[in-house]
């Protein structure tokens, strides 16, 4: 077996037979072509910030971390092409220097691109849909080495697919996504009471651009999160302001992670949220505050109609639970899971979930019609591993 690989929060480690670290699209292709030819398999990755097992594999691992960087932007079509290796910072910061930036980013900003399209990355924000959304053309290299070049005027459900595809149609090798004007937000957080924030729920998720909590289960308090433009920040009157901050947007959402986690995470109606929080809580309370002193977050994403996004056509709410990465989260993970699936929520593809096949075909109306379209690209199976077939129920 080749070099270990082990993923951002180190719970996940394997040796690949080898790690293919190609340069640009001719050197992607070849390294596709020599894997088809003796019969193997290969999964890509980014920078390994998912929990999940996406990357996992004894055969050909591909990193595209030197294919990185924006390559070209376009300020009065509000469009850029990026290359998939490109960290979410290099990207803002890229970005920035053209006057130009994304709509939303997720908490940590060491993803890479192509990995935080391919499995719905998301911030919050009840009008932000996750960074999928922003996909609008790639291209990519395909099951039999090709090149191909997709995009949403001409085939948009192509790109429906291919917007969370958890490298399984292809692996991209340029994405053209949407951008917008620089701009700045002004982000403060607060603490409050689990009361006070329940109750004012509704109003601070509508009167904020980005808002979220965090709650701690140890002190029983919450801190809320809101960022907006400088000049629309409203007041929290129920609230103590601990810190603030006016920063242009990418360096702002998104900072760089030194403490270590793992996930998991459920996407929800809206409607369903507040109540999964509250029993996650009174569950957290009774039977895992001594050994858990993570916090848990609530955010809201804007529908979307990607295939496989967790947000598919519905206001969502976001629960994740967090444990650190140097302690069992099992047993944890699986007391709570239950209890955001039963609310129809979806698992973010990136994060610890237990669900399979039938369970999940149950919960994306179009599932059928992503396989297909899988299928069509990949007969053979070059980028699945047996954790993909049993994700997707294959025989």
């Avoid at 290359?83 to 060491?110: I, K, Y």
Wanted: contains cysteine; charged residues 30%; aromatic residues 8%.
């Amino acid at each position: 077996m080749g070099e270990e690989f082990e993923n951002w929060s180190g719970s996940l480690r394997f040796s690949p037979k080898r790690i293919e670290k190609p340069e640009s699209t001719s050197e992607l292709q070849q390294v596709v072509r020599r894997v088809a030819a003796d019969g193997g398999t290969c999964r890509v990755v980014g920078k390994g910030h998912s929990s999940s097992p996406l990357a996992k594999t004894e055969q050909t691992l591909i990193s595209l971390e030197e294919m990185s960087g924006v390559e070209s932007a376009d300020p009065e079509a509000c469009e850029a092409w990026v290359r998939p290796g490109t960290t979410l910072e290099q990207m803002g910061e890229e970005l920035l220097e053209q006057g130009l930036a994304v709509h939303n980013l997720g908490d940590v900003n060491v993803q890479q691109l192509g990995g935080a399209i391919g499995t719905g990355t998301h911030g919050t924000g009840k009008h932000l849909g996750n960074l999928s959304t922003m996909l609008l053309g790639l291209r990519m290299v395909t099951a039999d080495g090709e090149v191909i070049e997709r995009h949403i005027e001409e085939d948009p459900d192509f790109i429906r697919a291919a917007r969370v595809s958890l490298g399984t149609l292809g692996i991209f090798c340029l994405l053209r996504i949407r951008v917008q004007p620089a701009y700045k937000l002004h982000r403060q957080e607060w603490c409050t009471g689990v009361r006070d924030c329940m109750e004012n729920l509704t109003d601070l998720i509508e009167k904020n651009r980005n808002f979220d909590f965090y709650w701690y289960p140890r002190s029983d308090e919450v801190k809320l999160r809101t960022l907006n433009p400088p000049d629309e920040t409203p007041s929290i009157p129920f609230a103590d302001l601990l810190q603030e901050q006016v920063e242009w947007a990418p360096r702002i959402i998104a900072k760089t992670r030194d403490l270590r986690f793992d996930e998991m995470e459920y996407c929800m109606p809206a409607a369903a949220g507040p109540a999964a929080f509250r029993q996650v809580r009174k569950r957290m309370l009774e039977r895992h505050r001594r050994e858990v002193g993570w916090r848990t977050l609530y955010r809201t994403t804007a529908p979307d109609d990607a295939m496989l996004s967790p947000s598919y056509k519905r206001e969502t709410s976001v629960l994740s639970v967090h444990h650190n990465a140097s302690l069992p989260h099992e047993e944890f993970f699986a007391d709570i899971e239950p209890i955001l699936h039963d609310r129809y929520g979806r698992p973010h593809w990136g994060k610890k979930h237990n669900l399979r096949g039938s369970q999940l075909s149950r919960l994306y109306p179009e599932w059928e019609k992503f396989q297909k379209i899988r299928r069509e690209l990949d007969p053979d199976g070059l980028f699945l591993t047996d954790y993909f077939r049993d994700l997707f129920d294959l025989q």
